[in-house]
């Protein structure tokens, strides 16, 4: 990697989705929904909000969330727009935990989910009006085939609609891999490299934004919550030993987002 991981100098660490099944299956997936809420993502049903306006969710929509997670964006699909969702994730308890809120929140008939790779979809080509992601693209290895397969799976003129956490400037080679490697992320993109992506693999792009100010806002909250009203919990939960390992590794997030290194990006995009 060198001495220093630019914006424009990708490199990937040796991680794999059965690493990030492992992670998530066990406490780092809990504590996560504890700092996050069911979302497990930034922002909330405020951000699941924005971009599905902007997407142009509506009651005859199909859409795919594609690494769904525990399914909180896909419910609020449902609940506010209408729309008749898909989520396809890898991770059988998350799958499992989406499968069974959504059942509670009586949403049976318009959300359901998938276990499956998203590099291989297990759909037909042309099925979904819309392809939705939310903060979870990160942990894909290849970004460019997960594009193919969204195209593959969106309707002719249809709309992928996503954020993700995405590289904003350079930083040490040690710094990058010790981001990367508390999070599970192979690497991020970055906002040019995944509009390349989007251009690349037949989609235009309606709409990029950088989210990285209120990215930084949101990790200074998520360290503020870790090592205040959840702490004793977390301890009591998982050990102190996690605790301290999340505390440091959120420590050097805040840090990297406070000196704009990393971020999070909002793309729109239509099928060509």
């Keep these: 990697m060198g001495d220093v991981v630019g914006k424009k100098q990708m490199a990937m ?3 794999n989705v059965g690493d990030v099944m492992t992670v998530y299956e066990g406490p780092v997936g809990q504590l996560w929904e504890m ?3 069911e979302e497990i993502h930034v922002g909330g ?3 699941t909000r924005i971009l599905a306006e902007m997407a142009g969710v509506g009651e005859q929509s199909r859409v795919l969330d594609v690494l769904a997670g525990q399914g909180g964006p896909a419910r609020h699909l449902a ?11 890898i991770t059988p308890r998350m799958v499992a935990k989406a499968v069974e809120r959504t059942r509670i929140a009586g949403l049976g008939d318009r959300v359901t989910f998938r276990l ?4 291989d979809m297990p759909f037909r080509a042309g099925t979904f009006d819309i392809v939705w992601g939310q903060d979870s693209w990160c942990y894909v290895t290849d970004k460019e085939r997960l594009l193919k397969e969204c195209r593959r799976v969106a309707k002719p003129g249809g709309t992928i609609a996503f954020t993700d956490w995405i590289q904003t400037g350079t930083m040490s080679a040690e710094e990058w891999q010790t981001l990367n490697t508390f999070m599970v992320f192979p690497y991020m993109e970055t906002l040019e490299g995944y509009t390349e992506l989007l251009q690349r693999n037949g989609f235009t792009v309606t709409e990029r934004e950088d989210l990285s100010e209120d990215f930084s806002k949101q990790m ?3 360290h503020a919550s870790l090592t ?3 702490e004793g919990e977390i301890v009591d939960l998982f050990g102190k030993e996690v605790y301290r390992d999340a505390e440091r590794g959120l420590a050097l997030w805040r840090k990297a987002a406070d000196e704009g290194k ?10 060509t």
């Design 13 to 15: 660490l040796d991680i």
């Design 220 to 222: 200074r909250r998520y």
């Design 79 to 89: 609940r506010r727009y209408g729309a008749t969702v898909m989520g396809l994730d």
């Design 35 to 37: 700092l996050m809420g």
């Design 228 to 230: 205040g009203e959840l």
């Design 262 to 271: 990393v971020g999070r990006g909002r793309f729109i995009g239509r099928k």
């Design 116 to 119: 499956g790779n998203a590099l």
């Design 45 to 47: 049903e405020e951000e």
